[in-house]
């Protein structure tokens, strides 16, 4: 598939769609075997733990299997977005992915500075100094609000442990 | 009269310039922590509660009213700029509230919905005011089976037919009730669909899940969009709130019956959140812009801030009179009482009759002082949507971090929140509701729960019925309605 | 003249506690989070938030205390977190019975063998309510008419689910060879609410979930779990104390139950850090504020730190097991 052909370009949302139902199914799935563990018979008082999430398990599933029938059915040819689109969200959802991924290692406070600086810089394109102020601007106002006034601790690395924060 | 008379005597206690004093501190700092997620109501009067040990009890008891207020109204805030919902009742105000703040209407929602906040609670203090034992004898009728009966008219009301494929709807809302269902049983104490991951325990809280399915989808798909942050034209001055204000006195019956649904379910305890879910839903059945509702109708604003904050207010009564709390915020309100050595229950009322009106005076004024703080403020808070969104997306992202965070202090929870993000967007695209969700998510155990704790006890009584006959109706209203249009254009 | 009594002991512990702090080569560095394993507005909720609030108005630490509730998985969370923190001396936990009861209920995994114990700060006692209107008197007269009620008709409601409360109901149900139905709910307050509405039967409160109710003239109390009458003999209501409630023992209902409300730490902590603790407890119980809320909530004052609090929190760790599996409510495995 090459981007520069016509407006339609990306996946097809006929596709997405059935993707959707098919992970939402298997969601079902998992609900199921999670209920059948925990016991779905009607016991001495009354209905054992997984007796609920299982028929809900089932509405999930046969709800699924339904919507998955009703997008392979559809003429619809219509994309689900163009690739640039995509792009685009992939570009908030990558750098956010690392930043939550980091945070159990660098505490919260870091790699708040980092990403909102890459943030603002590269889709942003703000000038180095803007950049500099809003990334350690933030972060240090929420310490004084979060773990200063209310006395909610957040996540905490290396460098504050260094600072004896 | 005697009621006139104390309540006179409670606005001179919460008229004295100290407590005049606390009272806006409270509200200042109680908008602060509805504004921020991962400062909720309960957390912010849990931690400032040690620092109001110094004061007199009912001083203390009216600064923390007064926070609890401001969170009320600053839970709107962001709901209606980002779409993201600080409380689980300020979910049915992002339908139309985000809407309306994405066509450059901000100044316009955000006065609505301040004022029918005012308006609710104003309602329910009055009622607190002229009947409150008669209301703690009727909250003593709501066993198990009467609880379940409630939520069962909430989902009810709210669900009934949308514009979404129906098995779409079921879908979702299933999703939502299956995540409910994680963690631990509290019927058989027993885990359940935690497979054995310690970070399952506590179940999926609708806070994560809300700032993933709504902040964070809509910010992907803002991305989609291109970089831009739409509603940067809204007005910021202050004419706004008076223009708003002349349009409001038309929709007195939404606001007025949203006010009865928010008392009533306030006073069961069902609390704040079925409430705005449930005057959310009848409102858009039963008004005549009905399906315009979700696309930026002021009255979808009007109708679940009401109720949420007459039911908030409402539910302080039975904290009162029986030692039960409404909400988290009570909950943690009616330790305080307990530590200052006020016991709430029965005879609260008739011992510590000077708190008991101090802090029944200090709801009138707070909520008066409240709504001028923040409708002072709405041109502030319209000019956020100014900042350009390359500046003001990863500030809320971050702000959203840390709202998942301080849930339950784990960071797996935000790597969740990102999940439900991608999954929000998704399903969005994909033309899922995720209202139904995010209801089924508040709401799905505690059903559940009084379900079975109904069927370990007794179920049925006349309370019971009539409560899921409404149910019912609200379920099938717009086939009822059809029904009733179509015998009349054949009789015509 | 009680009060100023107060203040002197305050005084005289202060100075003795700064000079005992002298020789303590340990102080926090940094805020001390304060855990507690269940929700807010419940029993160790608010007696932590007292502590809390006890601690923060009489300036007994110079880092400030932080208290955060992780209730998940019946306060399994809470536990696991501190397990988790060895060697961090920031980190304690109120504990209430969930200490030996989730583990064994759930199987999730963790002892109090796993944490450093601090301190015994009191027992919570459990009394047999029923509503005032209720011809019931005395517990002879309740246990025959349970009786005579067909088997499972008579609700008694409590908190939570495997806990304390149901360890109770079934004991009362092997003493006296009768049946209930037990209604697990979300919190003590709750419970009693729904004893005054009737919605069941009768229940095993904490004393401070009912009192309100009881001076209101809502419920009855009948019997104390304990071995001995409780000690406040201030009237709450009809001049009858807490003191003039029986034990159940002597009503021919042969059950003790106490509840531990004690604090422990993370594991891996070092004697001085233990120490600093006990300190800080023992201020906090000289302090009018809590001596108010123990008589408020009719405790056990019962304080115990060290060899005697482990040996005590062991043989109450095999009591549960035994009562547990007797009950059947251990964890089968799933």
């Known amino acids: 598939m090459t981007t520069n052909s016509s407006r339609a370009a990306g996946p097809r949302h006929k596709m997405v769609e059935a993707g959707v139902a098919l992970l939402i199914a298997l969601f079902g799935i998992v609900v199921i075997i999670g209920s059948v563990k925990a016991g779905i018979n009607w016991g001495a008082e009354g209905p054992r733990a997984g007796f609920f999430p299982f028929y809900i398990g089932i509405f999930i599933v046969v709800s699924s299997v339904i919507n998955l029938w009703h997008a392979l059915r559809e003429d619809n040819d219509e994309p689900f977005a163009e690739w640039g689109q995509l792009r685009q969200v992939m570009s908030v959802v990558v750098p956010t992915a690392i930043y939550v991924g980091a945070m159990p290692f660098t505490g919260l406070y870091v790699a708040s500075v980092i990403f909102i600086g890459w943030f603002m810089r590269w889709l942003g394109k703000y000038s180095w100094l803007t950049v500099l102020g809003v990334a350690f601007g933030m972060p240090i106002v929420t310490y004084f609000i979060f773990e200063r006034w209310f006395l909610v601790p957040l996540p905490k690395g290396p460098l504050e442990e260094w600072l004896g924060l | ?492 | 003249m009680k009060r100023s009594f107060w203040h002197v002991a305050l005084a005289a512990v202060a100075v003795f506690g700064t000079s005992g702090l002298a020789s303590a080569a340990w102080e926090p560095v940094r805020p001390v989070e304060f855990i507690i394993p269940a929700g807010t507005g419940g029993g160790a909720d608010q007696m932590a938030r007292t502590i809390q609030g006890i601690v923060t108005k009489h300036n007994l630490m110079k880092q400030p205390m932080v208290v955060i509730n992780k209730s998940g998985g019946a306060g399994g969370e809470g536990f696991l977190d501190v397990k988790s923190s060895a060697g961090n001396p920031h980190k304690i936990i109120i504990t209430l019975s969930n200490l030996f009861t989730t583990p064994l209920a759930t199987g999730i995994p963790f002892s109090w063998k796993d944490l450093t114990p601090v301190a015994m700060l009191a027992l919570d006692e459990f009394v047999l309510w029923v509503n005032a209107e209720k011809p019931y008197t005395n517990v002879k007269d309740y246990i025959d008419a349970v009786k005579k009620a067909p088997p499972g008709s008579i609700k008694m409601g409590g908190t939570g689910s495997k806990q304390e409360d149901q360890i109770i109901t079934v004991a009362v149900e092997k003493a006296t060879g009768t049946k209930f139905t037990y209604i697990p709910y979300k919190g003590g307050g709750e419970v009693a609410v729904q004893l005054v509405g009737n919605h069941v039967d009768s229940t095993v409160n904490n004393p401070i979930e009912a009192v309100a109710q009881w001076r209101g003239g809502k419920l009855r109390p009948l019997c104390v779990f304990d071995g001995k009458p409780m000690a406040y003999d201030e009237p709450i209501a009809d001049g009858k104390s807490w003191k003039d409630i029986p034990t159940c023992k002597s009503q021919g209902l042969d059950m003790e139950y106490l509840m531990l409300r004690g604090i422990f730490m993370s594991p891996k902590a070092t004697k001085d850090q233990v120490d600093y603790y006990i300190e800080l407890f023992k201020k906090v119980r000289a302090t009018p504020e809590w001596q108010d809320f123990m008589k408020s909530g009719a405790f056990n004052t019962t304080f115990m730190t060290g060899a005697d609090y482990a040996k005590w929190v062991e043989a109450e760790e095999k009591r549960h097991e035994v009562l547990m599996k007797e009950a059947g409510f251990l964890n089968t495995g799933n």
């Not at chain 2, 808070?381 to 301080?406: D, H, Q, T």
């Not at chain 2, 849930?407 to 797996?412: I, K, L, P, Q, R």
């Open chain 2, 1 to 492: 009269m005697e009621e006139i008379v104390n309540l006179f005597h409670g606005f001179a206690v919460a008229l004295q310039p100290f407590n005049i004093m606390v009272m806006l501190v409270g509200i200042v700092l109680g908008v602060i922590i509805g504004v921020l997620p991962g400062l909720g109501g309960a957390n912010g009067v849990a931690i400032l509660l040690p620092l109001t040990f110094s004061m007199p009890p009912t001083s203390a008891i009216i600064m923390l009213s007064c926070i609890y207020w401001g969170a009320l109204f600053g839970g709107a805030i962001t709901s209606i700029l980002f779409n993201i919902p600080g409380e689980p009742w300020s979910v049915a105000t992002t339908f139309d509230g985000y809407p309306m703040a994405q066509q450059g209407k901000a100044g316009e929602a955000l006065t609505a919905a301040f004022t029918s906040s005012f308006v609710g609670a104003l309602f329910a203090v009055v009622m607190i005011t002229l009947v409150a034992p008669l209301v703690a004898s009727f909250a003593l009728q709501f066993g198990p089976a009467e609880k379940f009966a409630v939520y069962f008219l909430a989902f009810c009301s709210f669900v009934g037919l949308s514009k979404e494929p129906p098995f779409k709807t079921i879908a979702a809302m299933m999703m939502g009730f299956a995540l409910a269902a994680v963690g631990l049983d509290s019927i058989t104490g027993q885990l359940r669909l935690t497979f054995g991951f310690t970070e399952m325990l506590n179940g999926f809280d609708f806070l994560i899940a809300v700032i993933g399915l709504f902040g964070i989808g809509e910010i992907l798909i803002t991305m989609e969009e291109g970089l831009s942050f739409r509603g940067g034209k809204a007005k910021i001055d202050l004419r706004v709130v008076l223009q708003t204000w002349k349009s409001l006195p038309a929709y007195w019956m939404t606001s007025l019956r949203s006010c009865v649904i928010g008392c009533w379910m306030g006073i069961t305890p069902a609390g704040a959140t079925p409430a705005s879910f449930m005057s959310y839903g009848i409102a858009k059945r039963v008004s005549k812009n009905g399906n315009n509702f979700g696309k930026g109708e002021i009255e979808g604003v009007i109708a679940p801030e009401t109720a949420a904050h007459a039911a908030g207010t409402a539910a302080l009564l039975p904290m009162l009179s029986l030692g039960v709390p409404g909400s988290p915020t009570a909950a943690v309100l009616l330790g305080g009482l307990l530590i200052w050595g006020l016991q709430p229950g029965p005879m609260l009322f008739v011992e510590q009759k000077e708190f008991v009106w101090g802090l029944i005076a200090s709801m009138y004024l707070g909520n008066l002082f409240g709504l001028i703080v923040v409708l002072t403020c709405v041109p502030i808070f319209a000019a956020i949507l100014r900042v350009p969104f390359s500046i003001i997306a990863p500030l809320i992202l971050v702000l959203c971090a840390i709202g998942a965070y301080s849930v339950h202090s784990s960071t797996f929870d935000v790597m969740l929140m990102l999940v439900f993000g991608v999954v929000g967007y998704l399903l969005k695209k994909c033309n899922y509701p995720l209202a139904p969700l995010v209801l089924a998510i508040v709401l799905g155990d505690k059903a559940e729960e009084a379900f079975r704790q109904s069927l370990l006890g007794s179920f049925s009584n006349p309370l019971v019925s009539t409560i899921m006959v409404l149910g019912l109706i609200a379920l099938f209203w717009s086939a009822i309605q059809e029904g009733f249009s179509r015998l009349r254009t054949a009789t015509a």
